[in-house]
């Protein structure tokens, strides 16, 4: 929506009931790309519990042809975009209402509501898309029994979908044809969903653990089919886990996933009909890397979790968000876990996942946009579809499943469940479900005080110091906890943070816990629940060193003065693998502020001496970890990738870009030079795995060999037989992850040869839009040399196969080039910034909901040194003038400036 003035805040505190209920909707929908007619029959009755009132309806971009209550013509109003009707029936009786539109699938570039996609229509109705469709109560807590006739040419729409079961279909004359679908479940209108095309489906019979019988859909485009085994297989799996792990089954006959190459999401969960970005479904070893399989996996888990947590159960209002997807994403981890298998594989899984909220969700909460997992307020709801949302709502989810446990946790599941199955509720709900089946638990303990992690935003820090009292054989631990001011909220109270910890002896090995008396194994939950707090560990022969917050068990910061000796210790033997991981991390970070420390205020940073910023003990270490004989290979590539720019940003106050990344550079070479015989054994190692298997070790294995590609021909730039090697692999690589990563390691190379790759790449691949988007993005992300990257990406804006309408496109190319290449985008004339403000408002023409995505690649514009810091908030400022902004990309750059 476009608004010229401010646009209007929805508060939390705001909330009450809707005035009317609605029933039940027949919806008849005559499809047509120009102009579709919608019949929308409701009935609709008073909410008892609310004063009298006008029913107003939401509607966005329709044209209204007619009104009718009980049949009969009434009287209306239009106020702001919302049908005014208020003469309605008194009595506390259903009426019938009944309102006719139409509306333009075809012009539809927002991709909210009713929209065509490569001849095929499709619908996007959360958060506030189907009031783009028919005029309605469009809000989570009105929840109605659908009924839904499509009509449409046979030709051209020979497949008619929609949510819950088929009820009948046949022929109509002109070559039209219909279809009925009824949805037995009660829902509210974001989960509402039809598709319409000319499609085909892989399908499955499977039969549940309690003897029910089931169909299993995946529907593609006619040339796709080969590509959605994977999905398939992910369905089957994610339908039993979700039995076997919460006994929760499969409610519908009928599941359906249907992929579109035009989404503004990852995809979304409409009952029984699941319309998913192809990205998150079509994938073969040709063409789909082993993370692009990974994500796969998840995001079908993570729609099909949402059957249960989201659609029986939703949220009363949209600031209740994280209440579905929190928790949903909490569990769409665990099926990955679980489906991982190995307890290497798991801690894989969740270093990965650590790490998105680490670069991504902690600078959200420290910037402009930050806001509680339950936020209070919101311009456009879209806009709060965010990693702290997600992310940190799986963080808070996971927190109360290690204070009540396991089998805790499925008995506060159960308990939710059996509270609140077919119902709008809150966040609150969940959380005192959990506490209530678990009331010895140290949730339920400290209920008021864990809510905190809903209600205040930003990170907390854990400053932790130790002493080891030689004579009394203890270990004093002392906590203290504290939480930066966010947007809104200055002073904050302190949050439950489970710390979960060992202590380790010099040599590494584990020691055993003593608190007041209790033998509590060598690894225990401490719960940090006031502003500080000590224990005293007792039996501690010498002093240890502390392995704190393992698996990061509460997502803050830790500040804890570790010693070099202390770091190389944990990175050697601590038991818990994710603190080895970060060990290693703190290790290389520290190294890395250190150094930028020391080139501020040199010129550009670019002449600075930054050969061996790592001292022989730091590469030593990583060395043995990258020789290890029983470690995992994709354990070893995490630990060999040092913390990324935007990681490294985060803990400086002052933030040069150019010099992060030369300092990171720096040290990315003397790792390839140091340990080039060891890249070269671990190459040679993992280069080949066989037939191909999208499972995590072999994936492991193609990880490391493509880590060790890029050092070596980073190491030996210019030497003609690295390159040479990655260069064959490009054109014979069996699969996708092999090749892309020997194209990365010529680029990354800056290697003369990767200009003649990328074109064999692009000639073999034309044919394929989700490789292309990686050869788009490949590029986008290349070295700066010589300011060579803007340059090369306006080239391929121009580029026949660029499509800025096409988000998956717009993501590839422009998303990558300002979000990933950071050494490319800040550039000292500051084209990289204006470049951005271009493409901001050229998006918001077509697409504000994309277009306020990348308005936030200059959220931390604030930290930025000088020059950038003046020339970013140009840039937001040009964007924030512009008259007719969309509601979306006023408030993201709004709330950059204010
Ligand atoms: N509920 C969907 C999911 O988590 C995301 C839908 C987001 N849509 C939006 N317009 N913001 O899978
Ligand atoms: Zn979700």
């Not at 490569?118 to 898309?129: H, I, K, M, N, R």
């Not at 449409?152 to 979908?161: E, G, I, N, S, W």
């Not at 992300?781 to 803007?790: E, I, K, R």
């Amino acid at each position: 929506m476009k608004t010229e003035h401010t646009p209007a805040v929805v508060q939390r505190l705001d909330y009450t009931a809707p005035a009317f209920w609605i029933e039940t909707v027949e919806l008849t929908f005559d499809l047509d790309p120009a102009k579709t007619r919608v019949l929308n029959k409701m009935q609709v009755r008073r909410n008892p519990d609310v004063p009298a009132q006008p029913l107003r309806l939401d509607g966005e971009e329709l044209n209204l042809a007619r009104v009718l209550v009980n049949g009969n013509g009434t009287s209306f109003k239009m106020d702001g975009g919302q049908l005014v009707l208020e003469n309605l029936p008194e009595s506390p009786e259903p009426f019938a209402l009944e309102i006719f539109t139409t509306c333009a699938p075809v012009k539809n570039t927002q991709l909210s509501g009713l929209y065509v996609s490569q001849d095929t229509f499709f619908t996007q109705c959360e958060a506030q898309g189907f009031r783009r469709i028919t005029y309605f109560l469009d809000r989570p807590d009105v929840m109605a029994s659908y009924s839904v006739l499509l009509r449409a040419d046979k030709a051209q729409y020979p497949v008619l979908l929609s949510n819950g079961n088929l009820v009948e279909s046949g022929e109509l004359p002109e070559g039209r044809h219909f279809a009925r679908w009824h949805d037995p479940h009660k829902k509210p209108s974001y989960l509402f969903a039809l598709v319409a095309g000319k499609l085909v489906a892989r399908e499955q019979k499977i039969t549940s653990r309690a003897g029910k019988e089931h169909l299993l859909q995946v529907w593609v485009r006619p040339g796709d089919l080969e590509k959605t085994e994977h999905a398939m297989r992910s369905l089957m799996h994610a339908v039993a886990w979700d039995e076997a792990r919460f006994g929760l089954s499969l409610d519908l006959e009928r599941f359906m996933i249907v992929a579109t190459s035009d989404f503004n999401m990852g995809a979304m969960e409409n009952k029984g009909l699941n319309i998913f970005n192809t990205k998150y479904v079509l994938a073969n070893q040709a063409t789909a890397t082993d993370t692009d399989f990974a994500n796969i996996e998840s995001v079908v888990g993570h729609e099909y979790f949402h059957n249960w947590t989201g659609n029986r159960i939703t949220c009363r209002d949209w600031f209740q968000l994280s209440l579905k997807e929190g928790l949903t994403v909490f569990r769409d981890q665990e099926f990955s876990m679980d489906m991982a298998g190995s307890a290497s594989a798991r801690a894989v899984k969740r270093i990965e996942d650590v790490r998105v909220l680490r670069t991504v969700q902690f600078p959200e909460d420290a910037g402009p946009m930050a806001h509680p997992v339950r936020p209070d307020s919101y311009v456009e709801i879209n806009n709060f579809y965010t990693v702290t949302i997600y992310e940190k709502g799986a963080e808070v989810v996971r927190m109360q499943h290690n204070l009540v446990g396991q089998d805790g946790f499925a008995r506060g599941m159960k308990l939710y469940f059996e509270r609140f199955d077919g119902q709008a509720v809150t966040c609150d709900d969940f959380v005192q479900a959990m506490a209530d089946a678990n009331p010895a638990s140290p949730l339920a303990q400290h209920l008021d005080a864990f809510k905190r992690w809903y209600s205040q935003a930003g990170t907390p820090t854990v400053h932790a110091s130790g002493v080891f009292d030689a004579a009394a054989q203890t270990y004093t631990l002392t906590l203290r906890q504290s939480c930066p001011a966010t947007p809104g909220q200055g002073d904050k109270q302190p949050f439950v943070i489970p710390v979960t910890l060992g202590l380790l002896d010099a040599q590494g090995r584990a020691l055993p816990l003593q608190l007041d008396g209790a033998d509590l194994g060598t690894e225990h939950t401490l719960v940090l629940h006031e502003a500080e707090q000590a224990w005293t560990f007792t039996g501690i022969a010498s002093q240890p060193t502390p392995s704190l917050l393992r698996g990061l068990s509460a997502p803050v910061l830790l500040d804890y003065p570790f010693t070099e000796a202390e770091l190389l210790t944990q990175l050697a033997h601590d038991s818990d693998a994710f603190n080895r991981w970060e060990a290693a991390q703190r290790l290389t970070l520290r190294i890395a502020t250190n150094a930028i420390a020391a080139t501020a205020g040199a010129a550009t940073g670019a002449e600075q001496n930054t050969a061996n910023l790592l001292p022989e003990s730091v590469v030593h270490a990583l060395q043995s970890i990258l020789e290890h004989p029983q470690l995992d290979a994709a354990f070893k590539e995490l630990v060999l990738t040092l913390p990324s720019e935007s990681y490294i940003a985060e803990q400086l106050d002052s933030v040069d870009p150019q010099r992060i990344h030369t300092v990171r550079e720096a040290m990315r070479r003397q790792l390839a030079q140091a340990l080039q015989p060891q890249w070269q054994a671990a190459y040679e190692a993992n280069a080949h795995t066989g037939a191909y298997r999208p499972e995590p070790v072999a994936a492991g294995r193609r990880a490391l060999a493509g880590l060790a590609l890029n050092m070596l021909c980073l190491a030996v730039q210019g030497d003609g037989v690295w390159a040479g090697k990655a260069y064959q692999r490009v054109k014979d690589a069996g699969n996708m992850t092999d090749k892309a990563n020997a194209l990365q390691a010529l680029i990354h190379s800056s290697s003369p040869l990767a200009a003649n790759a990328l074109d064999y790449f692009y000639r073999q691949m034309r044919h394929e839009p989700l490789v292309l988007d990686k050869w788009f993005a490949l590029q986008a992300a290349a070295p700066d040399v010589q300011g060579s990257a803007l340059p090369a990406v306006k080239a391929l804006l121009k580029h026949p196969d660029f499509v800025l309408k096409n988000p998956n496109r717009a993501r590839s190319l422009v998303f990558t080039y300002c979000n990933a290449n950071p050494g490319g985008f800040h550039r000292q004339d500051a084209a990289g910034y204006v470049f951005w403000a271009d493409q901001v408002l050229a998006l918001d023409a077509i697409n504000p909901q994309v277009a306020a995505r990348l308005a936030r690649a200059l959220d931390r514009w604030k930290k930025l040194a000088a020059p950038y810091r003046e020339a970013a908030r140009e840039a937001i400022a040009r964007v924030a003038a512009k008259t007719d902004l969309s509601n979306d990309v006023r408030e993201v750059v709004a709330r950059a400036l204010g």
